[in-house]
């Protein structure tokens, strides 16, 4: 049985009708960039939620850009992160000359660890970039209290998320002072090519946000800010109209195929179940994640299904002759990237400092977990990871 990672075809054939004739008005309408389609996204991305602004622009590190710029970050500020995320999360950092101050996770859900946040703190930090990674959001509460307390900013970065909920059904993304989204095609909501937006509940950043999307232009060809090109195309906005209705009903997909992968994997006896972080009996350690929306815990949307390993790479090896397509997220952790030598060589970051993260880039893996998924392939995927363990076990 084949099981990739992804199948975005699969997608297509279900919405083909809808998307193709959406695609056909662009073309006909000759109106490529900005405009109707955009605002109409916009607006449609505003009500689903339940946020006051929402500024299309060109891809989700692009939305992370913008919105640092919209917040003054200037050359020499200090901006916390994750140390263990997508790579755009720290490049827009540094790409304003901005210093990426990394911080560990936690192996429960795999965010920014808000209890090390503190110790990262000096005069020169201005922001927190919390990642809602995997589709999961991050701690906000106390990554909230925090930045109220040392009068940070505070940027989501919500490229897995779209969707996802924190406490009393507050959104990811609608929570801090911006958040920022990707419509990549692998996201939960993609379109057909790059594209993002930013929220925000805040009416002076929306009025810059929309500023700096156009070079900084206001009135036309005035500049009173330097902005850039950070313009959603009007084709991409057509399809993301189409696909939004049916975020939802994906969205419950995943999480019920991540439902079906915990039972199996509890059955099976790999795990003794979700949110445990130390091997013990378990072979496989599962995310933490709550599958019903009771108000009180996070609404996860699974972007990604990661399970820990101790034995990552053969399992990778082994699942791939069985034609089952996995992922690594993320292989090398921000303080091991070689780009951050230098920056890293100033801070006085411990020697244990990211003893999570350098375990988590080491152990985890991505599981098939998209929304067209059937129950058969699931049932494959367990049962092909449990072959692993009875053969590994034979010394
Ligand atoms: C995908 C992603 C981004 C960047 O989005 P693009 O649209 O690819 O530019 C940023 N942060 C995280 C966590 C992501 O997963």
Redesign the pocket.
């Known amino acids: 049985m084949k099981v990739p990672l992804l199948d975005l075809k699969a997608q297509y054939k279900t919405l083909k009708k809808e998307l193709d004739e959406a695609l056909i008005r662009t073309a006909e309408s000759q109106y490529f960039i900005l405009g109707p389609e955009v605002e109409k996204l916009e607006k449609n991305v505003c009500d689903y939620l339940k946020c006051s602004h929402a500024v299309g622009v060109s891809?989700?590190?692009d939305a992370?850009l913008i919105a640092l710029m919209a917040i003054d970050i200037q050359p020499g500020d200090e901006v916390i992160i994750p140390d263990y995320?997508?790579f755009?999360?720290a490049g827009v950092v540094s790409r304003l000359n901005a210093i990426p101050v990394f911080c560990d996770i936690d192996l429960k859900t795999y965010n920014i660890d808000a209890a090390k946040l503190e110790k990262r703190l000096t005069k020169k930090t201005k922001a927190i970039i919390p990642?809602h990674?995997y589709g999961q959001s991050a701690d906000m509460e106390k990554i909230l209290a925090i930045a109220g307390k040392y009068n940070l900013k505070v940027i989501e970065?919500g490229?897995?998320a779209i969707g996802s909920q924190y406490k009393d059904g507050k959104y990811a993304g609608t929570i801090g002072d911006i958040g920022c989204f990707?419509f990549?095609p692998s996201?939960n909501l993609g379109c057909f090519g790059?594209g993002?937006m930013v929220t925000t509940n805040d009416d002076s950043l929306f009025e810059k946000l929309k500023i700096l999307r156009v070079h900084g232009s206001k009135p036309k060809y005035y500049h009173k800010i330097i902005g850039g090109n950070f313009r959603l195309d009007a084709i991409q906005s057509a399809v993301l109209n189409v696909k939004l209705p049916y975020l939802d009903s994906w969205s419950e997909k995943r999480r019920a195929n991540a439902s079906l992968y915990t039972e199996l994997f509890v059955k099976s006896g790999l795990s003794s179940g979700p949110g445990e972080t130390k091997y013990g009996k378990d072979k496989v350690l599962l995310p933490e994640a709550v599958y019903k929306n009771d108000n009180l815990k996070n609404y996860h949307i699974f972007n990604q299904f990661i399970i820990r390993v101790k034995e990552r790479d053969e399992l990778r090896a082994f699942l791939s002759q069985k034609e089952i397509g996995t992922e690594i997220y993320y292989p090398v952790p921000f303080h091991k990237q070689e780009c951050f030598n230098e920056v890293n060589s100033g801070m006085n970051y411990e020697k244990d400092e990211f003893r999570n993260s350098d375990i988590a880039s080491a152990e985890t893996i991505a599981l098939p977990i998209y929304p067209e998924l059937s129950d058969d392939q699931i049932i494959y995927v367990v049962e092909s990871v449990k072959e692993f363990y009875s053969k590994w076990e034979i010394p």
């Open positions: 891809s989700g590190t992370l995320s997508f755009a999360t990642v990674l970065d490229a897995q990707s990549f996201k790059d993002g």
